[in-house]
């Protein structure tokens, strides 16, 4: 007779907690889905690139016909500087290389394909379930506790609950915070009628920098039609309060990005112009927590480590996290195991990831003249050598072995 295989509670349901859900469930492991918004948060947050490492992990799921429909596939890189110059033009990856393409996709609309696959396979998504903390019976097993006053009962608790997350703080509230990276950013949607003819092709990400800030824009969805995605990254010593982030306008937070990239080559300007609305808010990593878990309790996603989007990594980190987790599950003679062994295996990659995106962060501060004419030399001879070495360790990720 098999024995029943455990349950488990995950925390937070936006990309890390779906995934897993899903890998759980399939599998055979009791598996329920709590998040603290009320309803599926259809329309939170800009765009994001699935490197082709994250899109192996959509492969395994089955999903990858699912994100060609609603995602442009990325195969080119071009870096200008602020007159626009181009330092560089790298391919994204490539299918000979990865086994897979870059997709880049509106974060929403990405999110929701995750619920809808959670919702097919049966995986009740419980809304308006927000953690507060949790109880350890002598007898075993974990309760959660929500701030409606509710809790719920499993062998084992996962945290998903991103960037800020209250089991982080709950298990480990003396542990280092995400700390603020120096930089906010801005971003929004634009109509494809805004990009003129010369950048209009799809599938090229195009990157910016200037003497103060750095601009990105790309096509993010499957048809002509499709709107673009752009972002901006602005230095400011200070981190903003939430009042003073939101007490702003967006035509206050426009004027401010414009007068960043005054003067920056075409459809800059314009498309920060047409933008109808404007996301906003601080840039955080947490390089080392020391401790993602102990026997009954694991961190994954941004809860146990959160990078800044200079490499446009940390959805992808939060798709392999499920699969490596579900991949030890499979193997390990107990769960304890799976999570002290997923720690080990997951902590060197991911760390070295937050501090490239540092240090990506670092080169879109203030410069002089003189020192952006060095940025602009050494990025014309790094880009193409990252294209090569870089790219490999971090687009190739073969679950384990
Ligand atoms: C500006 C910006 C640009 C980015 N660009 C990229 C990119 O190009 N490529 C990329 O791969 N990544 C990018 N990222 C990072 C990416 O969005 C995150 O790394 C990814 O979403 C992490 O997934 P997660 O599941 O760990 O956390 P999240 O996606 O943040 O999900 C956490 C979930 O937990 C819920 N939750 C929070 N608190 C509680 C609670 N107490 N109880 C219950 N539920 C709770 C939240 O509502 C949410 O649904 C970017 C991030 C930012 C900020």
Excluded at 25 to 34: E, F, I, P, S
Excluded at 376 to 389: C, E, G, H, Q
Aim: proline share 5%; net charge neutral.
């Amino acid at each position: 007779m098999e024995l029943a295989r455990p349950n488990f509670i995950i925390v937070g349901s936006g990309i890390s907690g779906p995934s897993l859900a899903l890998f759980l469930k399939r599998a055979g492991y009791g598996v329920r889905l709590m998040e603290s918004y009320s309803r599926p948060a259809e329309d939170i947050g800009g765009a994001l690139q699935i490197s082709p490492n994250g899109m192996k992990v959509m492969r395994e799921l089955d999903l990858t016909s699912e994100m060609l429909k609603i995602g442009t596939l990325s195969d080119e890189m071009i870096f200008r500087n602020h007159i626009g110059k181009i330092l560089a033009m790298i391919p994204n990856g490539s299918v000979s290389q990865f086994g897979e393409s870059a997709i880049v996709v509106s974060r929403a609309r990405f999110h929701l394909l995750l619920l809808e696959a959670a919702e097919k396979e049966g995986i009740q998504i419980e809304y308006g379930k927000k953690f507060s903390d949790a109880e350890f019976p002598l007898d075993g097993g974990v309760i959660a506790k929500f701030e409606d006053g509710s809790s719920a009962e499993a062998d084992f608790l996962i945290g998903a609950d991103g960037n800020h997350s209250k089991v982080r703080n709950f298990l480990f509230p003396n542990f280092p915070k995400p700390e603020y990276t120096g930089i906010l950013n801005a971003g929004g949607f634009v109509s494809a009628d805004v990009i003129p003819e010369k950048y209009s092709k799809r599938g090229p990400i195009h990157f910016t920098f200037g003497p103060e800030g750095f601009f990105g824009f790309a096509a993010c969805g499957n048809t002509e039609d499709t709107s673009w995605m752009w972002w901006s990254n602005i230095p400011s010593e200070k981190e903003l309060t939430r009042e003073e982030i939101y007490s702003m306008s967006d035509e206050s937070w426009r004027n401010k990005i414009l007068e960043i990239h005054k003067g920056w080559h075409d459809p800059i300007e314009r498309i920060i112009q047409a933008s109808p609305t404007i996301l906003k808010g601080n840039v955080h990593d947490l390089r080392s927590l020391p401790k993602w878990g102990n026997d009954k309790v694991l961190l994954i996603g941004d809860a146990a480590h959160v990078m800044s989007p200079h490499t446009g990594q940390g959805a992808s980190m939060a798709l392999e996290d499920s699969h490596t987790l579900y991949s030890l599950l499979e193997r390990s003679a107990s769960v304890p195991e799976a999570f002290r062994d997923f720690e080990i295996i997951r902590r060197p990659r991911v760390e070295r990831i937050i501090e490239e995106s540092r240090r990506n962060g670092n080169r879109k501060k203030k410069l002089s003249p003189i020192g952006c004419w060095i940025r602009d030399r050494i990025l014309t001879l790094a880009l193409p050598s990252f294209a090569k070495k870089g790219q490999d360790w971090m687009y190739r990720y073969e679950g384990i072995k």
